[in-house]
């Protein structure tokens, strides 16, 4: 049977392990990680996205806003990525009499010249002011 002093050395060794731990980070956020703590450092004085990727720009580290979003999130909060909800997919619409196009509504303008030699469509739709 374990004494206690068996289980403080565990303890102890676990807590240091736990202390020296450092989440594996994805390969796409390794320009981002030097800057980890003055990335969030800016976010906590209310920096922009926008802003800082302007800074990070500046600094030489090209990058978007939506990967600083993401980096902030999952790296600097630890916050998992939102998953979308399959149950909000917009369905889509049924055709209705309503938004169908009637036959003669819809008039196109001609745009382009009818190749030389060839007879000219005239539209007829339009009436001449008597």
């Keep these: 049977m374990k004494t206690n002093p068996d289980i403080a050395a565990q303890t102890a060794r ?14 796409r956020y390794a320009k981002l990680l030097p800057f980890r703590d003055d990335i969030a450092q800016l976010r906590e004085k209310g920096a922009s996205y926008d802003l800082i990727r302007e800074m990070l720009v500046a600094a030489g ?14 790296v600097i909060e630890q916050r998992e990525r939102p998953q979308p909800n399959p149950r909000r997919r917009p369905q889509p619409r049924p055709f209705t009499a309503h938004s169908a196009p009637t036959m003669g509504a819809t008039k196109m303008p001609f745009t382009v010249a009818p190749p030389a030699g060839e007879a000219q469509v005239v539209d007829t739709t339009k009436q001449k002011p008597k």
Excluded: H, L, S, Y
């Design 61 to 74: 580290v090209a990058v978007a806003v939506d990967t600083i979003g993401n980096f902030v999130r999952e």
């Design 14 to 27: 676990f807590e240091e392990a736990i202390r020296a731990f450092t989440p594996v980070c994805k390969a």
